[in-house]
Structure formats: structure tokens, C-alpha cells
């Protein structure tokens, strides 16, 4: 069997990508997405569920998005099921990145609810970008379960990817604005308020529906 340049490449940047400097796996995710080779997805994914470098990770997730579709599809659904939470988030960030519809039925209540919030942000994105036409209502009705969850950095999130809907949200939004807890009636309305005025910050946004929602009211916020 003939050794070619290209093989001796791409074998020295697999090798990259368990080097200890991150500058180092950066540059070796990059060589790999510059030439792509089916061969070389296992790899890739496997080092998408244990890369400690957010840029790392996502020049991992652009190096599969050069490869083809019929190569990273399946490996990626199947780490969607992975039990490493990191697996199924950067899984289903690059899934959301190739955007192809065929990946809906992966994206199930499970991961849109799943205990980790990276995990569940990773899965609103994905949702958002993949959800067939006219099944929004449906997302955004299992999207509004979430509503009041973690802390602000996850709540806007959330309140990202039901806005991204659009108005097919306010029905689930007005269910929500009424719940028992007022974490849930607050990051509701300040949804309602981001779908109204996108220019709007999320802190203002949240912080004003908090006074709302203590000073008794479920309603609309601002005018």
C-alpha cells in the first residue's frame, strides 16, 4: 500500500489533536477540515466529547461540516444518545451547524429537557435550525416547559430560541405567563417583551418582568 503525502498529513494532524497545547489541536482541527477525509470522522467526533477548548470544539465542529453528510450523520446521532453530556452537546451543535432536516427526529423532549443546561441549550439551538414546517407550535409548546429554568445565561437561551419561532410562540407564552412559579410567569414575559421589541436587552427585559410579576401582575410588560 502506497503512503502519500496526503495520508502522512493527515495522520501528523490526528496526532495534533491529543497534543497538550490547544494552539496545537486548533491548528490540527483546521488542517483536518482543510482536508477533509471520511477516515478521519470517528477521530473527530471523538475528540468533540473531550475537548476542554471552546475554540477547539468548534473548529472540530467545522472539520466535520467539511466532511460529507452521509459520513457524519449517523456517528453524530449516535452521540446524541452518548451517556457524556459534552458528547451530546457538541453532537448536537454540529448537527446544527450542517442543518439537515433529516436530524429532526434526533432532537427528542428528552434532549430538549435533558438535566445538563449545555446539553439543553445545545438542543434549543438545534431544534430552532431543524424543526420541519409547521410543527413550530408543537416546539415551541415542549420549548415553553423550560421557561424559568437556570440562570440568566441559560434563560436567555431559551428565550433566544422561542423568539427565533417567531409569533407562533405567544400561545405557549400566555399558558406560561399565568404558571404557578414566578421564575416561569417572569422569564415569560420577558420573552413576550424580546418577540415585541428584539432591540430590547434581555437583563432589562428579565429585570422588568421580575418587578411584574412581583408586584402581582401576569400581563403584558411595557407598552
Known sequence: MTITRQDTDGMRALQGLEDERSS??????LA?????????VDKLIERCAIEPEFLVR???TWALTRHPVST??????????SECAQARSQALHTLS???D???WPAITRALLS?????????AWRAAVVLVPEGEESALAAVLATQLGRGERET???????????????????HTATTAPGPRVRAHALATQRLLRDPDTGFKFAIDEAKRVVALGGSGQVGR
Open 24 to 29: 496545537v489541536r486548533l491548528r490540527a482541527a
Open 32 to 40: 483536518v477540515g482543510t482536508t477533509p477525509d471520511p477516515r478521519f
Open 72 to 81: 457524519t450523520f449517523p456517528e453524530l446521532v449516535r452521540e446524541v444518545r
Open 97 to 99: 451547524k450542517i442543518g
Open 58 to 60: 468548534d473548529m472540530l
Open 114 to 122: 435533558d438535566a445538563d443546561d449545555e446539553v439543553a441549550r445545545s
Open 155 to 173: 434563560q436567555l437561551s431559551l428565550s433566544r430560541a422561542l423568539v427565533a419561532l417567531g409569533e407562533v410562540i405567544l400561545p405557549a407564552l
Open 101 to 103: 432536516r433529516q436530524a
